[in-house]
């Protein structure tokens, strides 16, 4: 079945410094989504890609859809230490049933 | 709009209990789905509902766990009997279609 990988699967920085996280599927997707979870808390949507090559901003937040819609990444800009929590991809396939990736626990440190 | 809602947000109980979780999803969202994220992990799919049909129930251990949504609306996920590894959060999520999830607070379930 279809495989979502995430790395790394924890990143300490230090307030201000740059941040990204990485999605590999194993099979090509038709959309992936990201989601941020903070401590105790539920899995709130951030945003979602479905063309190959798509960029999409979100203030200092970065995603991208690699061209072969295999790939995805997240890239924080001057984290801040509301950054803090766990940024989940989340891929779907031909069938549309999404696949979650372990997810990359973001500390940052004031 | 209001969110999905979910009860019990804790419960407790003894393996080989049995337990019960309920889902009412945000109104007008077709698709439901039942998550298990243990600690340190993603959420993993149980089950998938288009409406009141099951899009995918793949990773349910069907030997212990069902799901219904009943109208295409609410839903419940029973475990009986539990085991010590069903300790986990169940989230409950909902979706207009399959664009973004909508995810409820979750019941966190131990099994002692």
């Known amino acids: 079945g279809q495989q979502v990988m995430q790395i790394p699967q924890y990143q300490h920085v230090q307030e201000g410094e740059d941040f990204t996280t990485y999605c590999n599927s194993s099979t090509t997707l038709s959309n992936i989504q990201w989601y941020k979870q903070r401590p105790g808390g539920h899995p709130v949507f951030l945003i979602q890609l479905v063309k190959s090559g798509e960029v999409k901003k979100q203030k200092r937040l970065t995603f991208q859809f690699g061209e072969a819609k295999k790939n995805s990444s997240l890239h924080i800009t001057a984290t801040q230490t509301t950054d803090v929590g766990t940024y989940f991809c989340a891929g779907r396939g031909g069938s549309y049933i999404p696949t979650f990736g372990r997810g990359t626990s973001l500390i940052v440190h004031p | 709009e209001a969110g999905v809602a979910q009860s019990p947000r804790y419960k407790i109980i003894e393996k080989r209990q049995s337990v019960a979780f309920w889902c009412n999803p945000i109104s007008g969202h077709a698709t439901l789905y039942w998550y298990q994220q243990i600690l340190g992990q993603g959420p993993k799919l149980l089950i998938q509902f288009q409406n009141n049909g099951v899009v995918d129930d793949s990773q349910l251990p069907k030997d212990r766990f069902s799901a219904e949504r009943l109208k295409g609306v609410d839903s419940t996920l029973k475990i009986q009997p539990a085991k010590l590894e069903d300790s986990a959060v169940y989230l409950c999520?909902?979706?207009?279609?399959?664009?973004?999830?909508?995810f409820g607070p979750g019941t966190r379930l131990t099994v002692t």
């Open positions: 999520a909902s979706s207009r279609s399959f664009d973004e999830q909508y």
